[in-house]
């Protein structure tokens, strides 16, 4: 692994105005490095990034920490894969009600028959009513479907059976243990400048410090969603990323963690998650292996994590800055060729 042949990298990503900058932090067999590269944004008296930068983390809050504690209520056997949503969320009344386990939705097997993005215009307490009742387009575990409400439901989910809201829950069982000290879901109580992530017209403002996803903002207001809303920093990341290379402990039995890497939809062609995590996808690199597990963030945040290297990184930028793109191939490529240059030892 060449640190500067990275640096030199992330450099000509930000010449290319991929994003005004961006912290990737590293660990190779327990060796650990921060780069930081870039600014704020692309304004010549932008404050310089830093190794300790706090960004919007976006969708990685999926798995750090909401799916993550999920599995942690399992290994204390508060859980069980087969355990249904009705049973602990009795207010769901939406689509196959009876038959919704918690492996359906750490595997995202649910087929919404709709996007919270085209909801964005409801009230907290109308949004907060749809996902619970809302409509399915097939049977549970039949369709890999990615979606922010099938988070959502995880999120109350945790919260029912931990008898703590879902943001003290995670700093109770991780952020606090790990010492990961500037990650937070209230980046506003921490007295921090955080990374900007878009000029925002439907809010009418510069987003920085808030959470950017839409409907995570609206549903703020009145719980904390489990789908976004982490700020962190790449040191920190890397915290619960050396947990994971370490094997887990003292969070995770090791089938626990296993699970995490391993095809949990196998009966689904072409298809593949390990529970609670991303598998074997492009944006990892050409040089993963069907075992790499990671998530990615839209603001344009990623955690990738290789245990039969012994290394995992995590890459936080604003990708959406100033305005968000069309599609997410320059970040992936960006993703990608970090990945290949980081596990490429």
Partial sequence: MNIEKIRQYLQQAIERQIFPGCVLGGIVDGKEFVIAAGHYTYDKDAQPMREDSIFDCASVTKAIPVSSLALRLIDHKKLKLSDRLID???????????????????????????????????????????????????????????ANATSILLGMLIERVSGKPLHKFAQDTFFNPLGMKNTTFFPEKINVVCVPTETDPWRGRTIQGEV??????????????????????????????????????????????????????????????????????????????????????????????????????????????????????????????????????
Avoid at 242 to 266: S, V, W
């Fill in 88 to 146: 602990f969320l009795p207010v769901y009344n939406g689509s196959f009600k009876n038959e919704i386990c918690l492996g359906h939705l750490l595997t995202h097997t649910l087929d919404f028959d709709f996007r919270l993005s085209e909801c964005k215009e409801l009230s907290p307490e109308e949004l907060f009513r749809t996902i619970l009742n809302v409509k399915m387009k097939s049977p549970p575990g039949e369709k890999f479907c990615y």
């Fill in 212 to 345: 950017h996803d839409e409907s995570a903002w609206i549903l703020r207001k009145i719980m904390t969603p489990g789908s976004a809303g982490l700020f962190s920093t790449a040191p920190d990341l890397i915290r619960f990323i050396k947990m994971l290379l370490d094997g887990g402990k003292p969070f995770f039995r090791t089938a626990t963690l296993e699970a995490m890497y391993t095809n949990q939809i196998p009966q689904i062609n072409g298809e593949r998650t390990g529970l609670g995590w991303e598998l074997n996808q492009e944006y990892m690199g050409k040089n993963r292996t069907e075992t790499t597990f990671g998530k990615t963030g839209f603001t344009g945040c990623a955690v990738i994590v290789d245990r039969s290297r012994n290394a995992g990184l995590t890459l936080l930028s604003n990708y959406t800055w100033p305005k968000r793109k069309t599609n997410r191939d320059l970040i992936n490529e960006v993703r990608a060729a970090v990945a290949d240059l980081v596990f490429n030892k």
